[in-house]
Nanobody, 116 residues
């Protein structure tokens, strides 16, 4: 069984930084395309950033230039470095693992709160 465990969320002031981590267990991490998504109460979950098996990255416009997604296959971990955080970045962030579109796995989410 594949399990994803996120960590690294918290409360920061505007302009601050956080690094989210997601550890994947249960299956070969290198087989998955990985992503970070966000969701506010009552809204649809939306993509923040994604990284392919080969390391190609993609970002939503909201995070371009501020967020960096990376993966460490040796540690079965995907990261989201978030810099210059804004109030509107406040949300629950979820890690996602995609196995060639055939299977999707999600973590439990980690809260990111940006407030002054």
């Amino acid at each position: 069984q594949v399990q994803l465990v996120e960590s690294g969320g918290g409360s920061v002031q505007p302009g601050g930084s956080l690094r989210l981590s997601c550890v994947v267990s249960g299956r070969g991490f290198s087989l998955f395309a990985m992503g970070w998504h966000r969701q506010a109460p009552g809204k649809q979950r939306e993509l923040v950033a994604a990284i392919s098996r080969g390391g190609r990255t993609d970002y939503a416009d909201s995070g371009k230039g501020r967020f960096t997604i990376s993966r460490d296959n040796a540690k079965n971990t995907v990261y989201l470095q978030m810099n210059s955080l804004k109030l509107k970045d406040t949300d629950v962030y979820y890690c996602n693992a995609d196995l060639n579109g055939a299977s999707q796995y999600w973590g439990q989410g980690t809260q990111v709160t940006v407030s002054s």
